[in-house]
């Protein structure tokens, strides 16, 4: 019986993601020249959306972008997106996020964030961890509507800022804390 259950709930999962249109594809893997223009785009988006984004930005010691999360859930839920780490405009490295999460939740969504690194040891810990778990390690201040009219960069005094852009779907609310943060090689 509890594989039926189990059954119905993947079923019931994958029709809620087709429905949406993010099912991912067979080629999970994007090239790193799509990862990278679909950064740039995000990035773009968000200075434009966001002022203040900018604005840290050009103060930043580095951004990372994950251009798209795609995140679902019915009980048991998860998400997964790819990310560029950028330093002084150039790349210096790829980045993965993930997370599962459990308990009362159901459907689907997708959306993008970027994490403004403040300080240099806020890149050296993401650089150096061999997975970092967002909540444990600098300090993460997620910037909504409130913060973000009374932000900038002489009263930005936090190591990394998270901007959360683009959500569509039908999965209320975007957490960050618990995922995990872990450096890839991409395809060429």
């Known amino acids: 019986m509890k594989t039926n259950r189990s059954s119905w709930q993947l079923i019931a999962l994958l029709l809620v993601l087709t429905c949406l249109g993010i099912v991912p594809s067979s080629g999970m893997a994007a090239p790193v020249q799509e990862l990278e223009r679909e950064a740039d785009l995000a990035i773009e988006k968000l200075y434009r959306t966001t002022p203040v984004a900018k604005k840290l930005a050009a103060e930043a010691n580095g951004v990372l972008v994950f251009p798209s999360i795609i995140k679902a859930g019915l009980m048991i839920g998860g998400q997964h997106g790819k990310g560029v780490l950028r330093v002084d405009g150039e790349t210096t490295g790829y980045y993965k996020s993930t997370s599962v999460s459990y308990g009362l939740q159901i459907g689907a969504q997708k959306f993008g964030y970027a994490l403004i690194l403040m300080t240099p040891d806020a890149?050296?810990?993401?650089?150096?961890?061999?997975?970092?778990?967002?909540?444990?390690?600098?300090?993460?201040?997620?910037?909504?509507?409130?913060?973000?009219?009374s932000l900038s960069t002489t009263t930005a005094k936090d190591e990394i800022y998270a901007f959360v852009f683009g959500q569509e779907g039908l999965m209320a609310g975007v957490s960050l804390e618990g995922s995990k943060i872990t450096k890839f090689v991409p395809e060429e």
């Not at 890149?123 to 009219?149: H, R």
């Open 123 to 149: 890149v050296d810990y993401l650089e150096s961890s061999q997975g970092w778990e967002v909540g444990v390690g600098p300090s993460v201040v997620v910037v909504d509507e409130g913060i973000a009219k």
